[in-house]
């Protein structure tokens, strides 16, 4: 069974103190991985989608890197406007839907 | 920008009642779908759709129903409210089948009285 584990479940960080949240993953052939972040009370907004280990991507203070086992979300240097709660998804091969971590509750301290 | 939306963000409804929740997307996605999201069980499944017409069923469908009739209108229907699908449910749509990126609409609360 595919199955997404993230970590740590809250994180609270002082501004400009940077930090990694993990997304560990077991899926049956990786078809893509995708990161959302979600404010409360709204819809998830994508941030990234990495497809093959060893991808990078990057936007603004965030950067996700993908292993064949797990994922990271690295914030440099965090503002309180990136708390929100980050949750990570797997698809794997062929037509499946996509499988969700419960997410990490990201709080940025002033 | 995609844009997918949901008919209320906010809904009071009584137990046993019929509810209906629409979401529509303006992207020509082929894949819709709805999960229910609660505090501790992150995102779940309900019903997925890969094409006008089509239905699948996700890891929780029991007191759902779904109906798409158009490709760009998903709707989700609670037969008989029960207090237990107090909620948020969220619509997404992905451009091709088997998943690729799916976009969010903003949520829909549902609270059942």
């Known amino acids: 069974e595919d199955q997404v584990t993230q970590s740590p479940e809250a994180l609270r960080l002082q501004e400009g103190e940077s930090s990694s949240l993990n997304c560990s993953y077991t899926?049956?052939?990786?078809?893509?991985l995708f990161w959302y972040r979600q404010d409360p009370g709204k819809g998830p907004e994508f941030l990234f989608t990495l497809y093959s280990a060893g991808e990078e991507k990057e936007k603004e203070r965030l950067k996700a890197t993908l292993t064949k086992k797990e994922s990271f979300l690295h914030i440099t240097a965090p503002k309180p406007e990136d708390s929100a709660t980050y949750l990570c998804?797997?698809?794997?091969?062929?037509?499946?839907?996509?499988?969700f971590g419960k997410g990490t509750r990201l709080s940025v301290i002033a | 920008d995609v844009k997918v939306t949901q008919s209320s963000r906010y809904l009071v409804k009584r137990t046993g009642e019929k509810v209906f929740l629409e979401c529509v997307q303006d992207?020509?996605?082929?894949?819709m779908f709805w999960y229910r999201q609660d505090p501790g069980l992150g995102l779940r499944l309900i019903y997925f759709?890969?094409?006008?017409?089509?239905?699948e069923k996700g890891d929780i469908p029991e007191g759902y129903s779904v109906s798409r009739e158009k490709k760009e209108r998903f709707s989700l229907i609670l037969e008989s409210a029960s207090t237990n699908q107090t909620s948020m449910y969220l619509c997404?749509?992905?451009?091709?089948?088997?998943?690729?990126?799916?976009?969010f609409g903003p949520g829909t609360r549902l609270l059942v009285l």
């Open positions: 759709s890969y094409d006008v017409k089509m239905k």
């Open positions: 997404a749509s992905s451009p091709i089948a088997g998943g690729e990126t799916q976009y």
């Open positions: 998804a797997v698809q794997a091969g062929g037509n499946t839907p996509l499988v």
């Open positions: 899926v049956s052939g990786l078809r893509g």
């Open positions: 992207m020509d996605h082929e894949n």
